[in-house]
């Protein structure tokens, strides 16, 4: 076997479990295949955390089992991700074609299993779990020069009633911090200039260390390393949100502004009933915390719609939080119901259509008050970091530290440097202005 292709669904994430299993099978000899057509292997990085996922996930693996079918073409298909880790060994007697089931803790084992399985033996299963995954250097082929995901802590343990994630992702484990500030100055060395933390609960990071490393002080090591100019982070759970990472984000020079505050529903009757441990109040106090403290800070969020017992009294309360709250953007869902999971059980589930009649109010709603927020912008000088031509090309893209998109006029050799930008206008998913220098 000698070249692979990866197809990812999901988030972050997996997105970067993708490039360690790129570059695990890179340090091995094989080479990344453009498409799926050229490739001997075919990695499926899946996601659970929505039923449309799963169907995603399912109708690209019939795709490919009708490929190995055809014309008796050998290809190595694997299961990766979440899906792999909820459905384990009961993959393979659906789906005979598969040939290789991986979990998420089970990445570092990759290049053993890929060679165990080699020459079209028996189907390999690892979805036990490495203890020590977190701990282990793991070769990362990053798809960005750029920008880069550096994990800090992997698994949940929120148990949240509709998530599925702390049943796939495990308990809460933090890496070390030294390991995370050397993998950092790796980067910087490598001529990286964005980096983002990822976990799914990022403020909770450094619980069970043997020396306590709180988040905040975790953004001070990063703020140390010379060559990274930004810093930012993802996800942060409301309740976890305190006043010193809110202080963190006002003085360390290269934390972003920026910060995603998933607020899933504006009635407490729901938030209680999902586990979220916070009120609506409470939420919005922090907000203004936060705000009084970061004037510029951008302010993102998710939004559940249909929640079981979501009621049209709560609902409304919903798109008040989001009248309120004016976020910049937002991500918005249908409630889903997933395996294992506490809300299943709970009762008054929510009929299909009234759903969709929520998720449309709530798009109607924020489109407006995101196009109002992005034309706030028009006139300010912003602090971009060009990231190179954009796609449609003729213009340079790059990005402000509240993660809002910009393209200007500019020559291409500003790639990677933070430039000043003039706003002149903006559109409901990017800003456009002028270099200022
Ligand atoms: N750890 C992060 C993100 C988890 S998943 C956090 O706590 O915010 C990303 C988003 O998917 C969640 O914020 C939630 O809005 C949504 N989501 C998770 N499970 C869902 C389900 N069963 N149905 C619909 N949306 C869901
Ligand atoms: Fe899921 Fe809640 Fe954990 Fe986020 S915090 S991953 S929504 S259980
Ligand atoms: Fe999906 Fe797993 Fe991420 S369920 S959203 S890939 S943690």
């Known amino acids: 076997m000698k070249s692979f292709h990866i197809i990812t669904f999901g988030c972050q994430m997996n997105e970067h479990d993708s490039e360690r299993m790129s570059g695990i099978l890179q340090s091995q000899g094989l080479v990344p295949a453009a498409t799926v057509d050229d490739a001997e292997m075919v990695i499926l990085n899946t996601c659970s955390i929505r039923e449309k996922a ?178 930012r982070f993802v996800t942060s759970h409301p309740r976890d949100l ?35 441990r916070y009120t609506s109040d409470e939420y919005r106090d922090k907000v203004q915390r936060l705000r009084n403290v970061v004037p510029s800070v951008s302010l993102t969020t998710d939004i559940i719609v249909g929640f079981p017992g979501e009621g049209d009294e709560d609902f409304a309360m919903t798109l008040q939080i989001l009248q309120d709250v004016q976020f910049d953007t937002i991500f918005a869902f249908k409630y889903s119901k997933r395996p294992n999971t506490r809300a299943l059980d709970l009762p008054k589930h929510v009929p299909e259509k009234v759903k969709e009649e929520r998720l449309e109010q709530v798009f109607s709603l924020q489109k407006d008050i995101t196009l109002l927020k992005n034309r706030r912008h028009v006139g300010t000088l912003q602090e971009v970091l060009v990231e190179g031509e954009s796609r449609k090309g003729g213009t340079l893209t790059g990005r402000t530290r509240g993660n809002m998109a910009v393209n200007f006029a500019g020559t291409r050799h500003l790639k990677g440097s933070l430039v000043k930008v003039r706003i002149t206008a903006a559109g409901p998913n990017s800003l456009s202005g002028e270099l200022c220098e």
């Open 54 to 231: 799963e169907q995603k996930f399912y109708s690209e693996l019939g795709r490919l089992a009708h490929l190995k079918g055809r014309d008796g073409k050998r290809i190595t298909i694997a299961v990766a991700g979440c899906i792999a880790q909820q459905e384990g060994k009961k993959l393979l007697s659906r789906t005979p074609s598969v040939d290789l089931v991986i979990g998420p803790s089970d990445i570092a084992r990759l290049s053993d299993m890929v060679a165990q399985q080699k020459d079209g033996g028996r189907p390999v299963v690892e979805t036990g779990g490495d203890p020590e995954y977190h701990h282990k250097p793991v070769p990362v082929a990053r798809t960005d020069g750029l920008k880069a995901w550096v994990s800090i802590m992997y698994g949940c343990d929120n148990f949240c009633t509709y998530c599925v994630v702390p049943y796939l992702r495990g308990r809460e484990r933090s890496r070390l911090p030294r390991d995370i500030v050397a993998e950092i100055q790796g980067l910087a060395d490598r001529g990286y200039r964005e980096i983002t933390f990822l976990g799914q609960n990022v403020n909770s990071y450094g619980k069970g260390l043997e020396s306590a490393c709180s988040f905040p002080a975790l953004l001070r090591l990063a703020q140390e390393v010379d060559g990274i100019e930004r810093i």
């Open 242 to 276: 305190s006043e010193g990472l809110i202080s963190a984000i006002r003085d360390l020079p290269k934390v972003c502004e920026s910060i995603h505050l998933p607020v899933q529903s504006g009635s407490d009757r729901v938030l209680a009933s999902m586990n979220r």
